[in-house]
């Protein structure tokens, strides 16, 4: 059982590329979240999914965008990669969302230079 | 706005010592709240979820306290160990949306020896 699968696991963009982190998750889960972490502090949800063809921001969407064409599949497309994104990505998936457990990926670190 | 604030600071704890993390919550009533311990470098691992309708819950040396009077949540863990060093989170879902999971910034908990 694969649970969350992230990649790429490393990634160094330049200023104004584009590209898409993919998450997928074998656990039938219909919620879906993308996360990022800045080095020291805390979680802030990018974008969440409560099933497929259904999308939702969270606390910091700008600069990303998601779509979910399958219950497995939730991939993050950053548009005009900025420094200020350079990040580490984790995406979770839970199978219903009051009160189960999260599970996340191992992430995706990314630099923009 | 809706809040979540823990202890930004580390906390230090001598083995075998009672740990206790706070995570307090501002302008709105959780149904339910999350603890995670991440590791560096590793994505968050579900410990111990409790909800609004529990005033304690308890996993092996873990120990949650709910108060919705306080808007206020205690995790504790007894007999600590130096393997129990690392961030821990809070994680209430945010709003009327049960699939916002917001988490708190954490705090580093060490273990001396």
């Known amino acids: 059982n694969a649970g969350v699968t992230q990649t790429p696991k490393f990634r160094i963009l330049k200023i104004g590329q584009s590209m898409t982190l993919q998450c997928a998750q074998d656990?039938?889960?219909?919620?879906m979240y993308w996360y990022r972490q800045d080095p020291g502090m805390g979680l802030k949800l990018i974008y969440y999914?409560?099933?497929?063809?259904?999308?939702d921001k969270g606390e910091v969407p700008n600069g990303y965008n998601v779509s979910r064409s399958t219950t497995e599949d939730f991939p993050l497309r950053l548009e005009l990669a900025a420094p200020s994104q350079t990040s580490v990505y984790f995406c979770?998936?839970?199978?219903?969302?009051?009160?189960?457990?999260?599970?996340f990926g191992e992430g995706s670190w990314l630099t923009v230079v | 706005s809706q809040k979540i604030e823990q202890n930004s600071e580390a906390l230090n704890i001598q083995e075998g010592k009672t740990a206790t993390l706070t995570c307090n919550y501002t302008?709105?009533?959780?149904?339910?709240l999350q603890w995670y311990r991440q590791d560096p470098g590793r994505g968050p691992v579900f410990l111990l979820l409790?909800?609004?309708?529990?005033k304690e819950k308890r996993k092996e040396r873990l120990k949650v306290t709910f108060d919705t009077t306080l808007k206020q949540s205690l995790f504790h863990i007894t007999a600590s160990q130096p393997a129990d060093s690392a961030t821990y989170l809070c994680?209430?879902?945010?709003?009327?949306?049960?699939?916002?999971?917001?988490f708190g910034s954490g705090t580093r908990l060490s273990i001396r020896p």
């Open positions: 979770a998936s839970s199978y219903q969302s009051s009160g189960n457990t999260i599970y």
């Open positions: 656990m039938n889960h219909n919620y």
């Open positions: 999914s409560v099933g497929a063809g259904i999308t």
């Open positions: 302008n709105y009533s959780p149904a339910y």
């Open positions: 409790i909800r609004k309708n529990e």
């Open positions: 994680a209430p879902p945010q709003g009327g949306s049960a699939s916002k999971i917001i």
